[in-house]
């Protein structure tokens, strides 16, 4: 058996199930984004909590957003980049005020 170290982890999103290929960045789910209390900051894989962190806002950052994730366990917050694969309408669905989107 071929034996390789990788440093990224792909995972199953704990809360739709479906597959997340991990680039090492990101811990979120690019389809419902939520994600897990891993990081007490983003990527440092610091925190033992373990907790799912429900994507409760999104705001505009240059021409990328920025997530606000709460985890539901310890309450704790985190701010982070949304990722390229996110999908875009899970991102609009969560902002409350998303004229910024669509530039009106
Ligand atoms: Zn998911
Ligand atoms: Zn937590």
Redo the contacts with the bound molecule.
Sequence with gaps: MKKFTKNIEDFN??????V?QGNGYTNH??????SRHVDNNPGDRAAECGGMMKPISIEKSGDKFIITHKCEKCGKTIRQHTADNDDMETIISLSVDNSFIFGK
């Design positions: 999103c704990a809360h739709c199930g479906a997340v789910c690019p389809k419902c984004l939520w």
